[in-house]
């Protein structure tokens, strides 16, 4: 089987530079096109939690997705949290959002619960070591690997793989200077 964690070449330090609607969206296929891999190995059922616009839905429309936000931007992602969503997922996405939720360890928890066995479990955060993922003031926790190391084993999840991706290079009039780092980080429920 070809699967994501095979190929983590195509995508490290791969960002989308976001500026422009034109990056954005290169930046949103460049990581639909990873969890597409991970999907084609498991299923298409697909929870994506803090969607905001539901973008990866749009650009999978081969999944059965579901995309659940407190604040939703668009039709068709529902209002509210993981805990208002029902049934279980071979994949569940987290793009940039534990690092706003101070309860962290208990979203894990509930996530690990609605992953089926052999399902996937798909992080990304900004990373720690670069000023823009403690200077944006709606971010609560700051995030290395080890430390999602930790999170998913606690939860009894595996990790697969982590590594980085340049999500904007970052230019001298930016609110948030210098490079803007993200890490992707793939864990995995074993099968029993």
């Not at 070809?2 to 070449?9: K, L, Q, W, Y």
């Not at 791969?14 to 990056?23: E, M, P």
Request: proline fraction near 7%; hydrophobic fraction near 40%.
């Amino acid at each position: 089987m070809s699967t994501a964690h095979g190929h983590r070449i195509h995508w490290e330090g791969n960002g989308g530079g976001v500026g422009t609607k034109a990056d954005i969206h290169r930046y949103q296929l460049i990581q639909a096109q990873y969890l597409k891999l991970l999907t084609k190995e498991v299923g298409p059922w697909v929870l994506d939690v803090g969607a905001a616009d539901g973008y990866l839905g749009k650009c999978c429309p081969e999944w059965r997705y579901t995309a659940v936000d407190p604040y939703p931007a668009a039709r068709g992602v529902l209002k509210g949290t993981i805990d208002d969503v029902r049934g279980k997922f071979n994949l569940i996405v987290y793009n940039h959002v534990l690092e706003h939720i101070p309860r962290y360890d208990e979203e894990i928890e509930k996530a690990s619960r609605k992953l089926w066995p052999g399902g996937f479990l798909f992080i990304a955060v900004p990373l720690s070591e670069f000023p823009w993922s403690w200077t944006i003031e709606t971010h609560v926790n700051l995030f290395n690997e080890p430390i999602l190391d930790r999170l998913v084993k606690r939860h009894g999840l595996m990790k697969l793989e982590a590594f980085t991706v340049c999500f904007r290079e970052g230019k001298p009039t930016d609110p948030h200077p210098g490079k803007m780092v993200e890490l992707w980080h793939t864990s995995r429920k074993p099968v029993l």
